[in-house]
């Protein structure tokens, strides 16, 4: 699957030649920023669509084979590496095939939208207890969802109706938007939509969020954030405030057809999960060895 095209961007004296130039003068600042000074930089990244392809199944999603090798090159070369995803933050550590790598003792997984942490250093698992809403939504959602053919992903925490595997995908993702949305309304949740799936979370929380939050923690002097989707927005837009506040970062998008809108949102795209590690393989070749 291609993705999207960009018009091309003015070449950067600044940036090295192996890297595909951002097509934003603020793209390109927040690169050059990383490379200037990488112990201080903080690189993040969604999983589905970003460090793993997008596949029928959630069950079956796999990090894409340079994914965790790339992970793992950048985390010994900068200051901080993370994966930031609405999945729950243990079931990507398997899923990804993240524990048990002694290069990325580092790692920080914020999974559920940030309100869920796992860090690879010690091994723990913080999660929040859980939304009243999500029992009553687990509840109701077969009732709800008939015979479109959609399928629910317990996430413990959240559930996410998925219709990809549905007779008619977009069809049965237009019919249960709206009784979606008034269900998580009623019970005081946050509707997510994203790429044929339809997620009903907690709310007061966001990747966004997730990401300046990590950025303080951390003392990140630049900030790369990937992603591949609309929840992935939120955090786009904290990088571009980020920028507001003298902090330089570059929106990176694991491009698709499925949501080509993103590009113009994001600073520099590339082709799907390969790209994205590509470009973190690529980056890390660039940066001196710690």
């Keep these: 699957m291609g993705s999207p095209s960009e018009p091309p961007a003015p070449p950067s004296a600044a940036l090295p030649a192996e890297l595909p130039v951002p097509r934003?003068?603020?793209?390109?600042?927040?690169?050059?920023?990383?490379?200037?000074?990488?112990?201080?930089?903080?690189?993040?990244?969604?999983?589905?669509?970003?460090?793993?392809?997008?596949?029928?199944?959630?069950?079956?999603?796999?990090?894409?084979?340079?994914?965790?090798?790339?992970?793992?090159?950048?985390?010994?070369?900068?200051?901080?590496?993370?994966?930031?995803?609405g999945r729950p933050a243990d079931v990507v550590v398997r899923l990804g095939g993240l524990d048990g790598h002694p290069e990325l003792a580092g790692l920080?997984?914020?999974?559920?939208?940030?309100?869920e942490r796992?860090?690879?250093?010690?091994?723990?698992?913080?999660?929040?207890?859980?939304?009243?809403?999500?029992?009553t939504?687990?509840?109701?959602?077969?009732?709800?969802?008939?015979?479109?053919?959609?399928?629910?992903?317990?996430?413990?925490?959240?559930?996410?109706?998925h219709t990809r595997r549905a007779p008619d995908p977009a069809?049965?993702?237009?019919?249960?938007?709206?009784?979606?949305?008034?269900?998580?309304?009623?019970?005081?949740?946050a509707l997510e939509p994203?790429?044929?799936?339809?997620?009903?979370?907690?709310?007061?929380?966001?990747?966004?969020?997730?990401?300046?939050?990590?950025?303080?923690?951390?003392?990140?002097?630049?900030v790369l954030y990937a992603g591949d989707d609309l929840g992935d927005l939120a955090a786009f837009e904290a990088v571009a405030a980020l920028r507001g506040s003298g902090i330089p970062g570059l929106r990176l998008c694991s491009g698709s057809e499925e949501v080509a809108e993103l590009t113009a949102a994001t600073d520099l795209t590339v082709d799907g999960p390969a790209g994205v590690a590509a470009f973190l393989t690529t980056l890390a070749e660039c940066l001196p060895h710690g």
């Design 171 to 189: 069809g049965a993702f237009a019919e249960l938007r709206e009784p979606l949305a008034g269900l998580a309304a009623r019970l005081d949740l």
């Design 194 to 222: 994203g790429r044929m799936v339809l997620e009903l979370r907690p709310p007061g929380m966001d990747k966004g969020e997730a990401l300046t939050a990590l950025v303080r923690e951390t003392g990140a002097r630049s």
């Design 24 to 85: 934003t003068s603020a793209g390109r600042e927040g690169l050059a920023a990383l490379l200037a000074d990488p112990e201080r930089a903080l690189v993040a990244a969604d999983f589905d669509g970003t460090l793993a392809p997008i596949v029928p199944d959630p069950a079956q999603a796999r990090a894409h084979p340079d994914a965790v090798p790339a992970l793992g090159r950048l985390a010994g070369r900068v200051g901080t590496v993370a994966v930031v995803t």
């Design 137 to 161: 939504a687990r509840a109701e959602l077969p009732g709800i969802l008939g015979r479109t053919g959609a399928s629910v992903e317990d996430k413990g925490g959240a559930l996410a109706v």
């Design 118 to 135: 796992w860090d690879a250093a010690t091994g723990e698992l913080h999660k929040p207890p859980p939304h009243p809403g999500i029992a």
């Design 108 to 115: 920080t997984v914020l999974g559920a939208y940030g309100a």
